[in-house]
């Protein structure tokens, strides 16, 4: 009977899980789109649209939404709206380039070092509790600074699978490491 519960909701983790990837296939570049035509900063354009796949998988999909994309875009829009708060909340435009003209770089303390080590232990426990498939994509991702394509190639696997391994990674680090 457990087992059977098991298998049952492993099946509809999977499920949720294809169509979130499916979501992301077909949303991602209308989602980007929409994002460019908004911020000023191309380097947040990303960050933004992760930000509204995050809050899917958070919610648990739209098996219960009849207008997917007017749902999507609607958590797009408070995706916006709250970094458009955050920004204000913390000056974001009000602050200046980090240099060492204009801030002199400190060195670091014994207790930022300290603090430091710990994060990065809670980090790489984190890392490594993920499928080995998992851990290797999203190192080359972060660490080698690879390309999805490049990932999926060397991998052998789509490139919505890398998205997949890297949505799971960043959803897995968010909830353990932070």
Same mark, same amino acid.
């Given at each position: 009977?457990?087992?059977?519960?098991?298998?049952?909701?492993?099946?509809?983790?999977?499920?949720?899980?294809?169509?979130?990837?499916?979501?992301?296939?077909?949303?991602?570049?209308?989602?980007?789109?929409?994002?460019?035509?908004?911020?000023?900063?191309?380097?947040?354009?990303?960050?933004?649209?992760?930000?509204?796949?995050?809050?899917?998988?958070?919610? &648990?999909?739209?098996?219960?939404?009849?207008?997917?994309?007017?749902?999507?875009?609607?958590?797009?829009?408070?995706?916006?709206?709250?970094?458009?708060?955050?920004?204000?909340?913390?000056?974001? &435009?009000?602050?200046?380039?980090?240099?060492?003209?204009?801030?002199?770089?400190?060195?670091?303390?014994?207790?930022?070092?300290?603090?430091?080590?710990?994060?990065?232990?809670?980090?790489?426990?984190?890392?490594?509790?993920?499928?080995?498939?998992?851990?290797?994509?999203?190192?080359?991702?972060?660490?080698?600074?690879?390309?999805?394509?490049?990932?999926?190639?060397?991998?052998?696997?789509?490139?919505?699978?890398?998205? @997949?391994?890297?949505? @799971?990674?960043?959803?897995?680090?968010?909830?353990?490491?932070?």
């Amino acid at each position: 009977m457990e087992d059977e519960r098991a298998d049952q909701q492993e099946a509809a983790a999977q499920a949720r899980s294809a169509r979130i990837e499916a979501l992301n296939r077909r949303f991602r570049m209308p989602l980007t789109r929409f994002f460019s035509s908004r911020t000023r900063s191309p380097d947040d354009i990303e960050d933004l649209v992760q930000e509204v796949f995050m809050r899917l998988v958070a919610r &648990g999909g739209l098996e219960d939404v009849r207008a997917e994309e007017n749902y999507l875009f609607v958590i797009a829009s408070n995706v916006w709206r709250d970094s458009g708060r955050r920004d204000i909340s913390r000056h974001r &435009g009000g602050h200046a380039t980090l240099t060492d003209q204009h801030h002199p770089v400190d060195p670091l303390s014994p207790e930022v070092v300290a603090l430091a080590r710990e994060d990065l232990r809670r980090v790489l426990v984190a890392i490594q509790e993920l499928p080995l498939r998992t851990q290797a994509i999203f190192a080359l991702q972060r660490y080698e600074e690879l390309s999805y394509a490049e990932i999926a190639r060397r991998q052998g696997i789509s490139v919505s699978a890398v998205e @997949k391994h890297m949505m @799971k990674a960043i959803a897995h680090l968010a909830r353990r490491a932070f």
